[in-house]
């Protein structure tokens, strides 16, 4: 592609050259001097032409990444309000914080599959227990269903996603 329009603008510029030679002959001495003109015109017009050429395939390029550019931006702006829109439903229903390690690392409750931050847990576990009268056990709770808890464990994959997105906020706020 860069061949052609160097030949197209080295055609245009020997048909220009070509009729100014004409008027600089019929005005000008005869001999070498008119060839060494001819050449410099010639010469001159090309690379003005070919700096042009270049200087505005440059601007296209430069307006093409800049749109690329602003569409990966906003692509980025959109990812990132998802990830804080998905993320900021993941705090604990108790105290609102969103559930980072260690203090408020999601808990799942077993068998209802609610999830809360370990220290409000840990918190209503110790206030709300209470013994069953048969058999003399301790029964929990969950706060917000209060489905007995059988079980509970560590919520990792949420907490994977929830660190994951924590660094990344980090790393936005450094740079």
Do not use: W
């Amino acid at each position: 592609m860069a061949s052609k329009a160097i030949s197209e603008l080295t055609e245009q510029v020997s048909k220009e050259t070509a009729s100014d030679v004409k008027l600089t002959k019929t005005t000008a001495i005869s001999g070498p001097a008119v060839k060494s003109n001819e050449t410099d015109i010639f010469l001159n017009r090309l690379t003005d032409k070919l700096t042009d050429h270049i200087r505005d395939e440059l601007r296209r390029e430069m307006q093409m990444n800049l749109k690329h550019e602003d569409v990966r931006d906003k692509v980025a702006q959109k990812m990132e309000s998802y990830l804080e829109a998905e993320l900021s439903t993941h705090t604990c229903k108790i105290c609102f914080e969103l559930m980072t390690s260690p203090h408020h690392t999601p808990i799942l409750l077993f068998p209802c599959g609610h999830t809360f931050c370990q220290q409000c847990i840990d918190t209503h576990i110790g206030s709300s227990s209470t013994t069953s009268a048969r058999n003399g056990t301790v029964k929990k709770n969950c706060p917000y269903c209060r489905t007995p808890i059988e079980s509970r464990a560590v919520n990792q994959s949420l907490k994977e996603l929830i660190d994951q997105f924590s660094r990344q906020q980090d790393m936005v706020f450094i740079v």
